[in-house]
């Protein structure tokens, strides 16, 4: 290569790298319109006006609801939206910044998954935020997640491997503002399970359980004389005996319910098995009464169910023998603060009741079990060996 050649490429080079800034700065400047200097997602984004939540993808929709300044989610019957969830959502996409500008045609929207909803296939999730009058204030557009994939040899045993790292994503309409950001937005889609509040039933010092299946011989019924004593099996037959641990299971089961989702405001009965179910009946010392209904499976794995909740509780407390004035002051004030909170529970059970709901299995498998699996399991004999003869 002569120096008249060399200068010419250096020159060629030189050129190309005035146009890559240059273009770099065009980016910049259109991600300027946007957000803002210090490379946020979007500028000044109104977190306090919004007020409803709309999650699009070619499979369905989903809506947030603020109504009279609680969160609830419309396609569960307005069941109450998790507060914590949306308040860090929000927060998120107000403080989300740009990790890399995406230059990127229209032909190629398809490749990050950025066509609108209505397009099927390749498509993305549109989000938009709504004020109360229902004014979209602003809406994005959520694509395919970007992967970060392992070095073959990292951690103690190799590997390799890949996990989401960030997401691409479009502010509105506008191609100009396609970039990648640094979070994957795990919860961003139409379903309601990562957003409806986790509130839930609590079934505790329990007195008596019982169970009444379809089929009655499966049915069965135990209960105790105090939260001390030992569980004793109702219409106990001759060679019966009753596996306490079978049943401090059961009747504990209740103590911290867990479930996955709501169910739908148009399932049928005939559907879920809510029409023909297993009926459970929880009675406590503190004087609750739970009546379930547990249905069929989800594909899941979890139980439709339905349930009621009732109270009876004592207004005034009997004194005890030879009580001191300043302790029946104490006492009388302990029982009346202990009312106070029973009657708040059965209060926020009673409208949680409202609603059917898919359970996990693991919350009720202890108790869905039939009456000839809670007795000990009888030990076979040895088989005695031939006499020698």
């Known amino acids: 290569m002569n120096r008249k050649q060399l200068l010419i490429l250096l020159v060629a080079a030189a050129i190309m790298a005035g146009a890559g800034i240059k273009l770099y700065q065009q980016r910049k400047g259109n991600w300027s319109e946007t957000g803002s200097a210090s490379g946020k997602l979007l500028k000044d984004f109104p977190v306090n006006d919004v007020t409803r939540i709309t999650f699009r993808q070619a499979s369905g929709e989903l809506n947030l609801e603020k109504k009279d300044d609680t969160w609830k989610v419309r396609e569960r019957a307005d069941f109450p939206a998790n507060f ?45 935020f709504r004020d109360k009058a229902g004014k979209v204030l602003t809406s994005l557009l959520v694509g395919k997640k970007s992967m970060k994939q392992a070095p073959a040899n990292a951690g103690p045993m190799g590997g390799g491997g890949s996990w989401p790292d960030g997401r691409y994503l479009m502010v509105g309409t506008d191609i100009k503002s396609v970039c990648q950001i640094g979070d994957p937005l795990n919860n961003v889609e139409a379903k309601a399970e990562p957003w409806v509040a986790k509130d839930f039933f609590k079934v505790e010092k329990v007195k008596s359980v019982r169970v ?58 005939e559907d879920t098995g809510l029409n023909e179910p297993t009926k459970l009946e929880l009675t406590t010392f503190e004087g609750f009464t739970y009546q379930l209904k547990v249905g069929k499976k989800t594909p899941e794995n979890n139980y439709h169910l339905a349930f009621q909740v009732a109270g009876q509780f004592p207004s005034e407390r009997t004194a005890g023998k030879d009580e001191k004035a300043e302790d029946k002051t104490r006492l009388d004030k302990e029982f009346q603060d202990n009312l106070k909170k029973l009657q708040e529970k059965l209060n926020q059970e009673k409208k949680l009741s409202a609603w059917t709901y898919q359970v996990t299995q693991w919350s009720l498998d202890a108790l869905l079990k039939e009456r000839k699996d809670l007795f000990v399991e009888k030990k076979e004999e040895p088989k005695k060996e031939d006499a020698p003869k």
Do not use: C, H
């Not at 890399?100 to 390749?122: H, M, N, R, Y």
């Open 84 to 128: 914590d969830e949306i308040r860090d959502f929000l927060r998120k996409i107000g403080d989300m910044k740009v990790t890399t500008p995406v230059e990127v045609g229209p032909s190629k929207l398809s490749v990050l998954e950025l066509l609108p909803p209505e397009k099927g296939a390749q498509s993305g999730t549109l989000v938009e």
């Open 212 to 269: 009444d299946y379809p089929v009655a011989s499966n049915s069965w019924a135990i209960a105790r004389a105090s939260e001390t004593n030992d569980w004793n099996l109702a219409e106990t037959k001759p060679g019966e005996v009753l596996d306490v641990s079978k049943a401090s299971s059961a009747s504990s089961a209740l103590a911290s319910p867990s479930f996955a989702d709501v169910g739908l405001p148009n399932a049928k009965p």
